[in-house]
């Protein structure tokens, strides 16, 4: 969860003059899907022909969309191989499933977020640069300019972990707002791809604040249906956690918030399950905010009550407070490009 980057990604790209295809899929456990996240938008849909692909980036300049059934075929046999087999964890064929998708797109340039930390498939560095590594080397010898950027997901990206939430986030980015983090993440990848696409003189820092980002946007998810006026959906149940003492955060863990939001109902645990649009967990509080006990750390958003008990077990322990100072650790933690 908290991966909500490509949502601000693809338009504010677009409105630098590059043409984006996004292919993305759905969230499975822990992990957010970005096509749920548009899914809460009224009316949006992700299942476009090719020809409507094409159209789109023409005449709006990127799009979002789930990948066809006829985009690297091998790759869902080769999927559910891994799966009964043990290895979904190899590096080599996470590169592989990955980039063949990316070549097959016929993409001219590609920019990878490969994230680090306990909220990412990820854990070390050391597996997160080889795989970074792999994947630059596959993009490259199938003639795509790929870059890779490690970036630190131990604590959550931004306040929301949803997918209604998350939306509502991005827009507030898209306007000119939202989060620092998100903010830094966002025009960093932005520069990369830009750099790759071979363009230059545009700040993408500019397109964010004189609203040309947005506007995209706007015609990106109006393009496939949705309406970008429609008021988000929000949830039923809310219930806020609160500080046991005084002092100044120092970590959120994004694991467990991710499966916090996942037991609310933002993810699935089998590919055919459902989604809740408006579930999902609420910072009220990022590391190095000072907080006085009693004072609201997150919220909980679901519309099953039920559910309440198992997400907040799965919070347990999971927010460190301290009387220390707290020195923020860098997002963007290296690039990689052989």
């Known amino acids: 969860m908290g991966d909500k980057v490509s949502l601000i990604l693809a338009p504010l790209v677009a409105a630098c003059g590059a043409a984006v295809p996004q292919l993305s899929g759905r969230g499975l456990g822990h992990t957010g899907g970005t096509l749920d996240k548009l899914e ?28 066809g059934a006829e985009l690297a075929p091998a790759d869902r046999k080769l ?12 590096i080599p064929l996470i590169a592989a499933s990955i980039m063949s998708k990316k070549i ?22 050391d597996q997160a640069r080889e ?40 827009i507030q980015v898209l306007e000119g707002g939202g989060p620092p983090d998100v903010v830094e993440i966002t025009l960093a990848l932005a520069t990369e791809m830009l750099s790759l696409a071979g363009i230059t003189g545009v700040d993408p820092a500019a397109r964010l604040a004189d609203g040309s980002a947005m506007r995209v946007y706007r015609e990106m998810i109006a393009a496939q249906g949705g309406d970008p ?64 006990r009693g004072e609201p750390l997150l919220e909980l958003h679901t519309e099953d009550g039920s559910s309440i ?18 020195a923020p650790p860098p997002l963007v933690i290296d690039r990689v490009t052989a």
Request: proline residues 3%; hydrophobic residues 45%.
């Open 131 to 170: 795989l970074a590594a792999t994947m630059v080397r596959l993009g490259r010898d199938h003639g795509v300019r790929t870059v890779a950027v490690l970036t630190s997901m131990d604590v959550p990206l931004g306040f929301a972990a949803g997918n209604a939430l998350e939306v509502t986030e991005s």
């Open 229 to 292: 006026d429609a008021s988000m959906p929000t949830a039923s149940i809310v219930q806020t956690v609160t500080a046991e003492r005084d002092g100044v955060v120092h970590g959120v863990d994004a694991l467990a918030v991710g499966v916090a939001a996942w037991r609310l109902g933002a993810g699935r645990a089998r590919k055919e399950d459902a989604v809740s649009a408006t579930a999902g967990v609420l910072l009220r509080a990022r590391p190095g905010d000072a907080v006085g």
């Open 40 to 67: 809460s938008i009224p009316g949006w849909r992700a299942s476009l022909t090719n020809r409507e692909i094409l159209d789109q980036l023409e005449s709006v300049g990127c799009v979002i969309c789930a990948a």
């Open 309 to 326: 008990p198992r997400a907040l077990a799965a919070l347990h322990g999971s927010i460190s407070i301290s009387d220390d100072a707290y």
């Open 104 to 125: 097959a797109e016929g993409t001219s340039g590609l920019v990878l977020d490969v994230k680090v930390g306990s909220g990412a498939f990820m854990k070390r560095e």
């Open 79 to 90: 999927y559910a191989l891994r799966d009964v087999t043990g290895t979904v964890e190899s």
